[in-house]
């Protein structure tokens, strides 16, 4: 998988779950509520519907009614404490697992799709290939020269066969080149070779179950916590 075609699909996960979260209860309860009919369950929130439940109040947070706490519904309930934290936690686990990604498209960016570099701006495309000199230097030591690579990307831009728009057909496309476009060779090598997912939080999970067993069902929290990071960073190292 392409680390560009890896991204819009996330981008596109994201905003569904962001969608999803606003819009998305009542399709969830329609559907809970189809369930429940074809397995003859009650598809109710509480047996005590009628005696709404009060919520928290914060400090710093002003009423609806001077005087009065804020009634939560069990439905109302339900959708703030379980539902909307629920989409929340996933959100929050993709942002943080791919942010890595997200550097990597400020970075290589402007490589991933041929057709936009074609019509980038000089300055804005001499900028670019700074930045990623900067990023691939290794103390006094660089993988790439920004000023040749941005020489380099212009001739390519005239000179490359049309219907190759994607990073793989350009990357094959200097293969047989590559004396002639060092640094963009070296550039698009770099870029498709990095990985698009880890396999820590699939090992994590394998682990769960040997840490966990049901012979050591009344662990504690906090000793399973321990346990669990240990086991995962040994793994993982």
Known sequence: MDIDIAIAQLKGVVSFFKDYRETGFQAAKREAERIASEMEIDHVFSKKEKC???RKQFHGEEPDKVGEDVVLTPKEDFRINY??????????????????????????????????????????LMVSCANLEVFLKHGNYSDIDGDDLFLELNFLRGGLPEGIMKSAGVLEFLKK????????????????????????AERSFSKLKLIKSYLRSSMSQNRFNGLSLLSIVIVVD
């Open 52 to 54: 709404p439940t009060k």
């Open 177 to 200: 080149r590559e004396s002639c476009y060092p640094n963009k060779w070296t550039s698009y090598r770099i870029m498709m070779t990095i990985h698009v997912s880890v396999a820590s």
């Open 83 to 124: 539902f909307i934290k629920i989409v929340d936690q996933g959100l929050v686990s993709l942002e943080t697992r791919f942010d890595q990604l997200q550097g990597y498209e400020k970075t290589f960016g402007f490589l991933f799709d041929f057709k936009k570099l074609k019509l980038a701006e000089d300055d804005k």
